[in-house]
């Protein structure tokens, strides 16, 4: 959940390979990627890419995100 917090937190966040490697050993490559997996399972978070356009990709933010910006 650290790396999860990190990379919605941070705009330049270390990558799981890294992650693997400054845990020394106590967590593989494969299990930060599956324990990322499923904290977003677990927010119920859709993560699949979508074949979008740059346009279509605005008219969706527009949509999703009425009301006034920062």
Do not use: H
């Not at 490697?21 to 927010?43: A, F, P, T």
Request: some cysteine; aromatic content about 8%.
């Amino acid at each position: 959940s650290f790396t999860l917090a990190s990379k919605v937190i941070c705009d330049d966040t270390y990558s799981n390979k890294s992650c693997s490697i400054v845990s020394q050993g106590m967590s593989q490559l494969r299990e930060i990627n599956q324990m990322d997996k499923e904290m977003c399972q677990y927010l119920k978070w859709e993560l699949s890419e979508a074949l979008v356009t740059p346009k279509e990709f605005e008219v969706i933010i527009r949509r999703d995100f009425i009301g006034p910006g920062p």
